[in-house]
C-alpha cells in the first residue's frame, strides 16, 4: 500500500495521499485481502462506508471477511 489516494489511479492529477506508506499485502482471498486495506489505512479517511464492495462480495462467495496478518521479513 504506497502513495493510496482516494482516487482512481488513472486520475490525471496528483491529489493528496490519505495513508503513509504501509507495507504490502498479499493473498488468495480478495475479500479478505480488500478488507484488511481498508482497516489498515482506516475507516475514517474515506467518504462514505468503505466496505459496501467487500461486504457484496463476500455475500456472493466470493471471500471472507476474516484475515490474519503475518510479518513476513526481507
Not at 23 to 40: F, K, Y
Not at 55 to 60: E, L
Request: glycine share 6%; aromatic share 6%; with cysteine.
Amino acid at each position: 500500500m504506497i502513495d493510496i489516494t482516494p482516487f482512481c489511479d488513472c486520475a490525471e492529477f496528483a491529489p493528496e495521499y490519505i495513508s503513509p506508506d504501509i507495507g504490502v499485502l498479499a493473498s488468495n482471498d480478495i475479500v479478505a485481502v480488500d478488507l484488511a486495506t481498508i482497516e489498515l489505512i482506516g475507516n475514517q479517511k474515506f467518504q462514505g462506508d468503505p466496505t459496501v464492495q467487500v461486504r457484496k462480495a463476500h455475500r456472493m462467495g466470493l471471500g471472507e471477511r476474516e484475515y490474519e496478518i503475518v510479518k513476513v521479513r526481507s
